[in-house]
């Protein structure tokens, strides 16, 4: 069955530093990856998708990677702020018919002011 | 737009009891889903629909129904509430599934407890 590792439960960084999330999965390469932003007591939101023949996608401070070839994408925050602190979680999706998501555990990033 | 509504926000049940959340959303999507989520698990799959009338099950179906009988509803059934149920349930929808690249818009969830 698909598998998919966010290797971090946890992650501290310093203000203005650069937050880098990694997402692993085996087996299949998924059609798409998303990535996705939960604060406390809400529910997830989308910040950014790849899809298998993209290297890299920007979104004002996020950035996304992908390589099929390690079966991994990046996700980097740069010029951090304590309002990015949340817990980050990635999204294998595997196509087909229905469209459902295979999500990671998460990591959760505190940026220290 | 509302967007993604659940109801209750919180709910404490008694093991046996049978109650139903409430999901609906008024983005006129097609595709809408339940999910659990556990501490220490990522999102689980519980059912979904990919349009009124369809239903199928996901990762963890067990001691859970859905209908889908409108689009903009879909309500998730406890038949006889277990204290494993106790857990944070999501709903989501999005335009369409599959190869359409929308991306998945979450309820604010519903946090179960089953004594």
């Known amino acids: 069955s698909q598998k998919i590792e966010q290797n971090s439960e946890a992650l501290n960084i310093q203000e203005g530093k650069t937050a880098t999330l990694t997402c692993n999965y085996t087996?299949?390469?998924?059609?798409?990856l998303q990535w996705y932003r939960q604060d406390p007591g809400r529910g997830p939101v989308f910040l950014l998708l790849?899809?298998?023949?993209?290297k890299e996608k920007r979104k004002e401070r996020l950035k996304v990677t992908f390589d099929t070839t390690l079966k991994q994408s990046l996700f980097h925050i740069t010029a951090s702020q304590p309002a990015d602190s949340a817990t980050y979680l990635c999204?294998?999706?595997?196509?087909?018919?229905?469209?459902?998501?295979?999500f990671g555990k998460g990591t959760k990033l505190s940026v220290k002011p | 737009n509302a967007g993604v509504t659940q109801t209750p926000k919180f709910q404490v049940l008694k093991t046996g009891q049978s109650m139903t959340l409430q999901c609906a959303q008024d983005?006129?999507?097609?595709?809408m889903s339940w999910y659990r989520q556990d501490p220490g698990m990522g999102l689980r799959l519980i059912h979904y629909?990919?349009?009124?009338?369809?239903?199928d099950q996901g990762e963890v179906p067990n001691g859970y129904n859905v209908s889908r009988s409108t689009t903009e509803d879909f309500p998730l059934r406890l038949l006889s509430a277990a204290p494993s149920q106790t857990s944070v349930y999501f709903c989501?929808?999005?335009?369409?599934?599959?190869?359409?690249?929308?991306?998945?818009?979450f309820g604010p969830g519903t946090r179960l407890t089953v004594l």
């Open positions: 989501a929808s999005t335009l369409a599934g599959g190869t359409s690249t929308d991306t998945q818009y």
């Open positions: 087996n299949y390469s998924p059609a798409y």
């Open positions: 790849i899809r298998e023949n993209e």
């Open positions: 999204a294998l999706d595997l196509g087909g018919s229905q469209g459902n998501l295979i």
């Open positions: 983005m006129n999507h097609e595709y």
């Open positions: 629909s990919v349009g009124a009338g369809i239903t």
